[in-house]
């Protein structure tokens, strides 16, 4: 991967036009309506045949299993509310930059999603004593780090053992869409984006730990190419505002009349709940507490309000959020090679008249 300190480029683009993120007003939905939540498919959506189509659960397992989408509906179910980040969110507010999805602060949804839990099923298929990890695969393949591949990745075993992993074949109580996975996508909440693995077709239990290329090479918080890093596992806390008022067509800057305005916005983090959320309405130099709403439920975002006094002149309007095991929004991002995990505070530029 290369880095950048200029423009966005045309590949950049492109990108961003296959991948798009949640506008920002659609903030206002507690579940994020079909067709708003944030896409990223690395390679292309592949071709599913609806009547061929299977899951092989194998590897380090006593009894293999080949599951049919109406064996696998026919399951016990669960609907659960998950807030789902890239964890390239913030990639292009950060310099220089890692070439590749240029997201600025919105790649993130939540969806309720409908499945079957996991857990039960490597437990059907019995797991082998020297097991350690479970591998997730995609119809998906592509080429990536020079590379040919399919898209996959694992989870240590204990991780997809969790009551609230599952195998997703709805969301919103729809059937997956094509770029959601169709037929059958794994959900892992509180974990970012791509441990998600979307068009499942197998699922493999191995007795060392995986090394494809998106497990090893990708998703490491690396300091340089040769660094090995650290593994991106669960979302930092992150919280994002509604703009208020109208925006500028070109810059998106705000117009806000003067007087009380209603800031209204939602927080998540992976490694807790969310328990405090600040907006500054002076670039970050003086705070104000929020007040809290509800979450759909423990493992999605949570909503906020703040009561702004908008008096006249230029703003630049920001939220930070903390969560309960202490961790908090920096003011500036952190910087790594590939621009994972920036979950600097947004800001929203706003003249008020
Ligand atoms: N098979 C497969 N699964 C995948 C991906 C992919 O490219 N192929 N992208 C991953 C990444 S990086 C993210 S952020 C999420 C995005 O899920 P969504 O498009 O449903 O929002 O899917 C993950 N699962
Ligand atoms: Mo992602």
């Known amino acids: ?24 007003e659609a903030l206002r939905h507690p579940i994020t309506p079909l067709g708003l939540h944030y896409l990223l498919i690395h390679f292309d959506i592949p071709a599913v045949d609806e009547q061929s189509w299977r899951l092989e659960v194998g590897g380090r397992v006593a009894r293999p299993l080949t599951l049919g989408l109406e064996e696998i509906k026919e399951r016990p179910s669960r609907t659960v509310a998950v807030t789902l980040e890239c964890a390239g969110n913030g ?6 930059r890692a070439v590749s999805q240029p997201w600025l602060t919105e790649a993130v949804g939540t969806a309720e999603w409908t499945g079957t839990p996991l857990a039960p099923i490597l437990e059907a298929a019995g797991v082998a004593p020297e097991a350690v990890e479970v591998v997730f695969t995609g119809l998906d393949r592509g080429v990536q780090g ?4 399919a898209y996959e990745r694992s989870l240590p075993l204990a991780d997809a053992l969790r009551d609230e992993v599952l195998l997703a074949y709805e969301i919103n109580g729809q059937p997956l869409p094509p770029q959601h996975g169709y037929p059958l996508r794994l959900v892992v909440p509180g974990w970012y984006g791509m441990t998600h ?37 669960r979302m930092l806390p992150r919280s994002l505002m509604i703009p208020p008022g109208i925006p500028d067509f070109l810059s998106r800057a705000r117009f806000v009349d003067a007087g009380p305005c209603e800031l209204e916005g939602r927080a998540w ?8 959320v600040e907006v500054s309405a002076d670039g970050g ?10 979450a759909p439920s423990e493992f999605a975002w949570r909503g906020w309000t703040y009561e702004w006094e908008a008096e006249p002149g230029e703003h630049e309007l920001c939220c930070r959020a903390e969560d309960a095991a ?16 920036n979950n600097a505070v947004q800001r929203v530029r706003v003249t008020v008249s």
């Open 1 to 24: 991967m290369s880095t950048s300190t200029s423009d966005i480029t045309l590949e950049e683009l492109r990108l961003a036009a296959r991948n798009h993120a949640l506008p920002l």
């Open 91 to 96: 990639r292009a507010l950060i310099s220089p």
């Open 146 to 149: 020079d590379v040919e591949q």
């Open 197 to 233: 693995v979307k068009w499942l077709r197998s699922i493999t239990v191995v007795d060392e730990p995986f090394r494809g290329w998106q497990q090893e090479v990708s998703y490491h918080l690396r300091d340089s190419e040769e660094d090995p890093g650290r593994p991106v596992t």
């Open 269 to 276: 983090s992976g490694w807790g709940t969310i328990e405090r």
């Open 285 to 294: 130099r003086s705070w104000g507490e929020a007040i809290l709403g509800e």
């Open 326 to 341: 202490g961790n908090a929004q920096p003011l500036s991002p952190d910087w790594n090679f590939d621009g994972f995990c």
